[in-house]
């Protein structure tokens, strides 16, 4: 059973930063297509970056250089470091996983806070 948790959300002041977890169980995450998601308050849900089962990366272009996903095997977690903080980075974050072949992800973690003050 594909299960995934999300830790690492706080509060920081606009600047800083923090680092996302989400840890994977009942699949191997290295053969999974893998994304982090966030959705703010009255708006959509929106993409903020993706990992293939290749390793091969995409970033949505508001964090790009700012944000970077990337994958510990060894422990079937998946990372989102999130540097130079924004207030519009505010968000409820979550991890979602499924893969590579589906259409849309399938899995998704219960989500962590992320606000971010200026």
């Known amino acids: 059973q594909v299960h995934l948790v999300e830790s690492g959300g706080g509060s920081v002041q606009t600047g800083g930063s923090l680092r996302l977890s989400c840890a994977a169980s009942g699949f191997v995450l290295s053969t999974y297509c893998m994304g982090w998601f966030r959705q703010a308050p009255g708006k959509g849900r929106e993409g903020v970056a993706g990992i293939d089962a290749d390793g091969a990366t995409t970033y949505l272009d508001s964090v790009k250089g700012r944000f970077t996903i990337s994958q510990d095997n060894a422990k079937n977690t998946l990372y989102l470091q999130m540097n130079s903080l924004k207030p519009e980075d505010t968000a409820m974050y979550y991890c979602?996983?499924?893969?590579?072949?589906?259409?849309?992800?399938?899995?998704w973690g219960q989500g962590t806070q992320v606000t971010v003050s200026s």
């Open positions: 979602a996983a499924d893969k590579c072949t589906a259409a849309d992800f399938g899995y």
